[in-house]
Nanobody, 126 residues
Framework: QVQLVESGGGLVQAGGSLRLSCAASGNIVSISAMGWYRQAPGKQRELVATITSGGSTDYADSVKGRFTISRDNAQYTMYLQMNSLKPEDTAVYYC????????????????????WGQGTQVTVSS
């Protein structure tokens, strides 16, 4: 009942910038947690940044000062602004949301459940 669609990945030179977007659709009641993860070839998936429903943010040490996570509550959209990109940032980036949804007949709330995007490739060349 909830689908995440990511966009904004691509190829960029070191020092450049990209902005990733993640839009959620469906009968959403609420989203309690949102974040971005990434996974490089041969590496484990790691947490990049998170944002709560109240707007509090947290970042991995490797991206602090360079990345900014934000959200648009009205449209259930999350963003990751990535500046001063380094080759080490090369990875597939995944959007994650923890959300409740509802059914109409009968009305009923379900969840919360974890939802993941398909991933978007970010490649930073030296």
């Amino acid at each position: 009942q909830v689908q995440l669609v990511e966009s904004g990945g691509g190829l960029v030179q070191a020092g450049g910038s990209l902005r990733l977007s993640c839009a959620a659709s469906g009968n959403i009641v609420s989203i309690s947690a949102m974040g971005w993860y990434r996974q490089a070839p041969g590496k484990q998936r790691e947490l990049v940044a998170t944002i709560t429903s109240g707007g509090s943010t947290d970042y991995a040490d490797s991206v602090k000062g360079r990345f900014t996570i934000s959200r648009d509550n009205a449209q259930y959209t999350m963003y990751l602004q990535m500046n001063s990109l380094k080759p080490e940032d090369t990875a597939v980036y995944y959007c994650h949301m923890n959300a409740r949804y509802y059914t109409r007949i009968p009305y009923q709330q379900r969840g919360p459940y974890d939802y993941w995007g398909q991933g978007t490739q970010v490649t930073v060349s030296s």
